[in-house]
């Protein structure tokens, strides 16, 4: 393996959308781009009141991109132009490929604006090559039990690999 130093480290942007707080490293004014990601955000994590407000994401456009959601805590519903829908939970991940364009929704489950409840996630913006910008757009959300978990040795004993995550 390979092992390169880092060359410096990039400081989020606190950003407030409406009652949630979120992180952006990218873009801002210590990192532009870095193609292919156009934008980096991290949410929460957010105590949210029984029946108070969801996330602030009302239908919106995208085009030519693709977002790709890592839910940490709570759920996030998902509705879009094309007929999907979908809520997925912590440990789980949406995928939404914006291609020729899209109009989608985010927002909380209905039991989680019930209950109340923590929203923590991350969302990562990736530019599509020129060649697939006009693509059909799609959508495909993937729960924490259907993502594989391979348990790996190590010298302290078993480490398992879940989505990306160490877990010891």
Do not use: C
Request: no cysteine; hydrophobic share 35%.
């Amino acid at each position: 393996m390979i092992l390169k130093p880092v060359r410096r480290r990039i400081v989020a942007e606190r950003l407030e959308q409406e009652h949630l707080t979120t992180y952006q490293p990218l873009p801002s004014r210590f990192a532009e781009q870095l193609d292919p990601f156009l934008l980096l955000h991290h949410t929460g994590p957010e105590e949210l009141e029984p029946h108070g407000r969801g996330l602030p994401f009302a239908p919106h456009p995208h085009r030519g991109f693709e977002t790709v959601t890592f839910i940490l805590a709570g759920d996030v519903r998902h509705h879009d132009s094309r007929g999907n829908t979908g809520v997925i939970g912590a440990g789980g991940v949406q995928w939404m490929t914006a291609g020729l364009g899209i109009v989608h929704s985010e927002n909380i489950s209905r039991e989680l604006r019930a209950t109340g409840g923590t929203i923590e996630y991350v969302q990562l913006w990736i530019n599509l090559p020129a060649r697939l910008k006009r693509t059909q757009p799609r959508y495909q959300g993937v729960s924490a039990a259907q993502i594989p978990v391979v348990a790996l040795p190590n010298e302290h004993g078993t480490v398992r690999v879940v989505a990306g995550h160490w877990q010891g």
